[in-house]
Each structure stands twice: as C-alpha cells, then as structure tokens.
C-alpha cells in the first residue's frame, strides 16, 4: 500500500489550535468523554522541551511493551523522553500479549509498560466486557483501584483510545449516503451486505453478538484475519478495524461512531509498579503527561502508518514524534 505520509507537524498545529479553541469555549469538555483531561493538572503544554535533570541519572527505570506496531512507538516513546529527562532507561520491549507483559511488570522484569484500559479490567480482573463502564473515567478509576492493590500505579490516560471501528471504503458509505453512526450503517445496511471479523468474533458480546443486540444489525459475517484487504478485495462491506489503524491515514476508508457505546474505552495508560512510580517522582510524572498531550487517535494513526506501512523503524518513529512536538532537540 503506498500512501503520502502526512505531516506531524501539520497535525500537532492542528491540535495547538483545538487546545486553544477548547481553552476559549467554555465548560465544554465535560461533554467528550475524553480522557485527556484528567491527565491535564500540573502537565506542560505541548511543545515544552524536556530538560535534563543530573538528579535523575542514578534512577533506572526498565519500559517494556507488548508486542505490536503501537506498542513498540509507545514504548520508545517513553522511554527516550524519559532518558531525555535524565532518567537511567532501559527497554524490554516486545514482551509479548497482555498476560506476558503483566507478568513481566509485576515480578520486577520491568518497570511499566503502556496497556490499555479495557484489556486491563478483562483480562486482568476478569470484568466481564458487558460490565466495563463506557464512561473513560469510571473505567480508569476502577482499573486504579484493582491495579492499587497489585501495588501498580495507572499514569494519567492518553487523550487517544485504540478501540475497535467498524469501518468500510469510501465507495460503501457513498452508496449507503454516507452515514455517520452505527445506528445509521445498522438502518441502511440491513441483513443484505457482510462484515468480517475475526473467528471469534462471531460469539462476543463486543463483537458480532453486539451488533445484533445494541444496534439490531444482523449482516453477514465473514471470518477472517484480513481487515483492510477485506475491503480492498470486496470480499466484505465492513469490517471490525481499530481506530488507530495506520491503514486509516491513508484516506480510503470511512470508520462510523459507536453512538451506543457498544465497545468498551481503551485509553493508554502506563501501568508502573509502585517502586519505579516512586523513583520516577513528580518530574516522571510530569514528563509522561507532557508527551501524552500530543498523541490524539489522527496522530497515533499516522505514528502507526509510519511503521506498518511505510516500514520505518519504531524507535526512529518515537523520535520524530519527540522531535516535532518539541520535546527533545
């Protein structure tokens, strides 16, 4: 797939602005449901250089990661601002799927590694996906409280989630006129046109049995691994793709809102065990809501399409990232 890269900076402006548009607007931000603002007391502004602190050089602070595009670039990129911060770092990224990871941080392996909210709460506390709250900080809130008595501290959510999309090519949502939310897709769709999705998507609540019970949407279920090439060889309509998918920089396909709050959140938060949390002290903690500011689900996905699709490396990546946002030289 070729694709022109977008421009980070572009993006970050763009974001510059929407933070001074919110700032001018008024108690607005009540009504997004997003994350980043409980992540917003005490942090800088985007664009703040990181500065070194020699105090910092006698911490080590292992980051690890799970093992996939997004979480080699969280990963790195943590890592590098907190080693720009001064802080002695190591990596241990590609740990492996949740459970692995999890059981790296909490025997001391590593130190944090960034999970996300909804997988946290499933597989770790075994909350069933039907009882998560929808609401982003009632979920963070609750994973605190179990993940306290692991002794592992939750920073402060991204602003972006990575939370399933249901998604189709621009020449589907003109067809069906362009609808805007799954109830739409659900009333103009039908039974008539297919989605695919993995095997076992066909039994879960948050998967193909929630279409049916939330949106009343029954099409036809196509099992597979295929996701965009789905689309891209019209052997289904849609597709269960995830919203920072860097095949969704690209600009040919449409995603639709989940305006009924089928899928649980799936913020990113730097899970941390309570003795590196302490090491890192407030000026990690500032460090890691700075450089979160920045990373909306536009940016993820074109950080994501610079490693799944244009074959850059993820620690090259993270720099960048750090670079034009300002944060490191």
């Known amino acids: 797939m070729r694709r022109i890269p977008r421009s980070l900076v572009a993006l970050l402006a763009l974001l510059a602005l929407t933070l001074v548009l919110a700032a001018c607007g008024g108690d607005d ?5 997003d994350s980043s603002s409980s992540s917003g007391s005490g942090g800088s502004k985007p664009g703040t250089e990181i500065k070194k602190d020699s105090a910092n050089s006698s911490k080590q602070i292992t980051i690890g990661s799970k093992n996939f595009p997004e979480q080699y670039i969280l990963g790195e990129i943590y890592a590098q601002a907190l080693q720009a911060a001064g802080f002695n770092v190591k990596k241990a990224l590609d740990l492996g799927a949740e459970q692995v990871a999890f059981k790296a941080l909490k025997s001391g392996k590593v130190d944090a590694y960034p999970e996300y909210t909804g997988t946290a709460l499933t597989s770790f506390y075994k909350v069933k996906t039907d009882d998560v709250p929808r609401d982003p900080q009632q979920s963070y809130d609750e994973l605190k409280k179990d993940l306290a008595k692991d002794n592992i501290t939750a920073y402060p959510q991204t602003p972006f989630q990575n939370t399933y999309k249901v998604t189709s090519t621009k020449a589907t949502a003109d067809k069906l006129g362009n609808p805007k939310t799954l109830s739409q897709v659900a009333q103009k769709a039908g039974s008539k046109m297919s989605i695919s999705g993995f095997p076992e998507c066909r039994q879960r609540t948050d998967c193909l049995l929630g279409l049916k019970s939330k949106y009343n949407w029954t099409p036809k279920f196509v099992s ?12 289904a309509d849609f597709t269960f793709g995830f919203s920072t998918d860097g095949a969704l920089s690209t600009d040919k396909y449409v995603t639709y809102e989940d305006d009924k709050s089928l899928f649980p959140p799936y913020y990113v938060t730097l899970l941390t065990r309570n003795e590196a949390a302490k090491k890192l002290g407030d000026s990690g903690m500032k460090v890691i809501e700075q450089i979160q500011k920045p990373l909306t689900e536009q940016v993820m996905q074109e ?16 720099q960048e990232y750090l670079k034009q946002s300002g944060f490191i030289k």
């Open 224 to 235: 597979s691994q295929g996701q965009y090439s789905d689309l891209d060889a019209k052997q």
């Open 303 to 318: 950080l994501n399409a610079r490693v799944s699709i244009d074959k850059q490396k993820p620690e090259q990546v993270a």
């Open 29 to 33: 931000s009540s009504s997004s449901g």
